[in-house]
């Protein structure tokens, strides 16, 4: 194979993404992400917590929001769709950090410190 064939092929197989379309879902995705951490922040501020213990409990309560829909299969097909408005927020990290121990999970290997019942 020679160097234009294998051009031709690497454009093929990867053609070019539509940059606006992305940068919209992003920038929509991402600020509904920030959106929902607001109402959770109003939501523990009305409750008469301080403003620094509500901002941890928004940080708490949008990771587990994402490691429960890494859980269920969904994160992934929203982060096809909003790119980096789900990747860069800390919900992005909850997943980076939630996929694979759910995969590790699921090959029913033992894992250190957790106990099975016996057949």
Same mark, same amino acid.
């Given at each position: 194979?020679? @160097? %234009?064939t294998? +051009? @031709?092929?690497?454009e +093929?197989? #990867?053609? !070019? #993404?539509?940059?606006?379309?992305?940068?919209? $879902?992003? $920038?929509? *995705?991402?600020?509904l /992400?920030c959106a929902?951490?607001?109402? $959770?922040m !109003?939501?523990?501020?009305?409750l008469?917590? %301080? +403003?620094?213990? =509500? =901002?941890t409990?928004? =940080? /708490?309560t949008?990771?587990?929001?994402? *490691?429960?829909?890494?859980?269920?299969d969904?994160?992934?097909?929203?982060? +096809?769709?909003?790119?980096?408005?789900?990747?860069v927020? *800390?919900?992005?990290?909850?997943? #980076?950090?939630?996929?694979?121990?759910?995969e $590790? @999970? =699921?090959? %029913?290997?033992? *894992? /250190?410190?957790? #106990?099975? @019942?016996a057949?």
């Amino acid at each position: 194979m020679n @160097k %234009e064939t294998y +051009k @031709k092929l690497t454009e +093929k197989a #990867s053609p !070019n #993404s539509p940059i606006l379309k992305d940068m919209c $879902f992003a $920038f929509l *995705i991402g600020g509904l /992400i920030c959106a929902i951490g607001q109402v $959770f922040m !109003n939501i523990y501020m009305s409750l008469g917590l %301080e +403003k620094d213990i =509500s =901002s941890t409990l928004v =940080s /708490i309560t949008l990771i587990l929001l994402s *490691i429960i829909l890494t859980g269920l299969d969904l994160f992934d097909s929203i982060a +096809k769709v909003a790119g980096a408005g789900t990747l860069v927020p *800390i919900t992005g990290f909850a997943n #980076s950090v939630a996929a694979p121990a759910i995969e $590790f @999970k =699921s090959d %029913e290997r033992d *894992i /250190i410190g957790l #106990s099975r @019942k016996a057949p």
